[in-house]
């Protein structure tokens, strides 16, 4: 069976994210998983009511809450479900603060938290005056020291290049049987090996078919096993953006707002190759490690928006369709190997009206997901969804 998570949104007002817990709580969700930002993906010189009628009630798109204490204030909310973040970085936190919050967090919620680390976005990074240099390498020693401080009974001693611990003591225990879970964010050779090394979970977001997902999450497994781990103790996930509607025509229109074009910049340059057309940011764009949007102009922006082909938001990673339709090509992730999704809903970018079916949408694709898919009638597949591969930069950030 696939688990059933919501990403909520961590911009105020306060009372959007309680809310959305209580929905999920009331959609029998298995888990909320925040994110963790500075700013957002939408640049603020396209902020405007043409872009999303979000823009007439957000003056900014770069409001965002602290996750960590975010995460606190919600734990006491969340019941049953799993609280998370999807995810973090140790370039703006150090590695023992990201254990010691997700080790403060297991006493505060009645399950698990999960703690999803990724390699860092350079959105995130470069404007702030964060390194940038070896992301990856300076995630490994990261994910090292993390695991120390969850396990680790003695003061920590470790010499690396990018952290050093000289007898550091981190008495802090996890409540019993709430160990906090990590889950890995990456795509590319390297941070696959971390997540089969490290990792409790994987959790990409830019793996476009199923072909594509059970190829990596055998190269998760296989580096798991020379780790000497059980590869099966590796939760694989998954986070998609999804656009859900009551008809596919609804849906087909949706993806047409121009909001959703502009989500779609942030599609790697492959999957624009794959539709016939180069991507308007470079001929080798990748979102995560080559975008910052005060780097563009009004009128850049505007027009590698006009320049989105129709295909790559049918067929890139991006969930889209009637409910029962998404059902359909989860379960393809399903038998390639998938037991967690995490929906991040988009629609609500186009309408008030499209937000709340958004929401309402994910519950009704978890209940399906519980269902036997014999059970389960008239759920066809959107389109013909291809196996493609996209090649993600060997740097494997994400989010």
Same mark, same amino acid.
């Given at each position: 069976?696939?688990?059933?998570?919501?990403?909520?949104?961590?911009?105020?007002?306060?009372?959007? =994210?309680?809310?959305?817990?209580?929905?999920?709580?009331?959609?029998?969700?298995?888990?909320?998983?925040?994110?963790?930002?500075?700013?957002?993906?939408?640049? =603020?010189?396209?902020?405007?009511?043409?872009?999303?009628?979000?823009?007439?009630?957000?003056?900014?798109?770069?409001?965002?809450?602290?996750?960590?204490?975010?995460?606190?204030?919600?734990?006491?909310?969340?019941?049953?479900?799993?609280?998370?973040?999807?995810?973090?970085?140790?370039?703006?936190?150090?590695?023992?603060?990201? %254990?010691?919050?997700?080790?403060?967090?297991?006493?505060?919620?009645?399950? %698990?938290?999960?703690?999803?680390?990724?390699?860092?976005?350079?959105?995130?990074?470069?404007?702030?005056?964060?390194?940038?240099?070896?992301?990856?390498?300076?995630?490994?020693?990261?994910?090292?020291?993390?695991?120390?401080?969850?396990?680790?009974?003695?003061?920590?001693?470790?010499?690396?290049?990018?952290?050093?611990?000289?007898? $550091?003591?981190?008495?802090?225990?996890?409540?019993?049987?709430?160990?906090?879970?990590?889950?890995?964010?990456?795509?590319?050779?390297?941070?696959?090996?971390?997540?089969?090394?490290?990792?409790?979970?994987?959790?990409?977001?830019?793996?476009?078919?199923?072909?594509?997902? =059970?190829?990596?999450? %055998?190269?998760?497994?296989?580096?798991?096993?020379?780790?000497?781990?059980?590869?099966?103790?590796?939760?694989?996930?998954?986070?998609?953006?999804?656009?859900? =509607?009551?008809?596919?025509?609804?849906?087909?229109?949706?993806?047409?707002?121009?909001?959703?074009?502009?989500? $779609?910049?942030? %599609?790697?340059?492959?999957?624009?190759?794959?539709?016939?057309?180069?991507?308007?940011?470079?001929?080798?764009?990748?979102?995560?490690?080559?975008?910052?949007?005060?780097?563009?102009?009004?009128?850049?922006?505007?027009?590698?928006?006009?320049?989105?082909?129709?295909?790559?938001?049918?067929?890139?990673?991006?969930?889209?369709?009637?409910?029962?339709?998404?059902?359909?090509?989860?379960?393809?992730?399903?038998? $390639?190997?998938?037991?967690?999704?995490?929906?991040?809903?988009?629609?609500?970018?186009?309408?008030?009206?499209?937000?709340?079916?958004?929401?309402?949408?994910?519950?009704?694709?978890?209940?399906?997901?519980?269902?036997?898919?014999?059970?389960?009638?008239?759920?066809?597949?959107?389109?013909?969804?291809?196996?493609?591969?996209?090649?993600?930069?060997?740097?494997?950030?994400?989010?």
């Amino acid at each position: 069976m696939i688990e059933v998570g919501l990403q909520i949104g961590t911009q105020p007002p306060l009372a959007a =994210a309680r809310l959305s817990v209580g929905a999920a709580r009331a959609m029998r969700l298995n888990s909320v998983m925040l994110v963790d930002h500075f700013q957002g993906i939408f640049p =603020a010189c396209i902020w405007n009511p043409e872009l999303t009628w979000l823009a007439a009630h957000r003056s900014s798109p770069n409001e965002f809450f602290d996750y960590q204490t975010l995460s606190g204030h919600l734990a006491s909310r969340v019941g049953r479900l799993q609280l998370g973040v999807g995810v973090t970085e140790a370039i703006r936190r150090h590695p023992v603060l990201i %254990a010691q919050s997700a080790l403060t967090l297991s006493h505060l919620s009645r399950r %698990a938290p999960i703690l999803g680390v990724g390699a860092g976005e350079l959105m995130n990074v470069a404007p702030y005056g964060l390194p940038w240099n070896h992301p990856v390498g300076r995630l490994e020693e990261a994910l090292q020291i993390i695991r120390l401080c969850f396990s680790s009974r003695e003061p920590i001693t470790f010499v690396g290049r990018h952290f050093h611990l000289d007898r $550091a003591v981190v008495d802090l225990q996890p409540a019993q049987g709430r160990t906090p879970q990590l889950w890995i964010a990456g795509h590319g050779d390297r941070m696959l090996e971390l997540t089969g090394r490290y990792g409790d979970g994987w959790y990409p977001t830019l793996v476009v078919s199923a072909d594509e997902y =059970a190829t990596k999450l %055998a190269a998760v497994r296989r580096a798991a096993a020379a780790a000497g781990r059980e590869p099966a103790s590796i939760t694989p996930a998954l986070h998609r953006f999804v656009v859900a =509607a009551r008809t596919e025509q609804e849906a087909r229109h949706i993806l047409t707002a121009k909001a959703l074009r502009a989500l $779609a910049l942030m %599609a790697p340059a492959a999957v624009w190759q794959q539709a016939g057309a180069e991507h308007p940011l470079g001929a080798d764009f990748a979102p995560l490690v080559d975008f910052v949007p005060g780097n563009y102009t009004r009128m850049q922006l505007e027009e590698a928006i006009a320049a989105v082909p129709t295909e790559v938001l049918l067929d890139g990673p991006l969930l889209w369709g009637t409910p029962r339709q998404i059902v359909s090509r989860l379960r393809a992730f399903g038998d $390639a190997g998938l037991r967690h999704v995490v929906l991040a809903p988009v629609s609500g970018l186009v309408s008030r009206r499209a937000m709340f079916y958004g929401l309402h949408a994910v519950g009704q694709i978890a209940r399906l997901l519980r269902r036997p898919s014999g059970q389960i009638s008239g759920a066809g597949v959107a389109r013909p969804h291809p196996a493609r591969s996209v090649m993600a930069s060997n740097s494997g950030c994400t989010r």
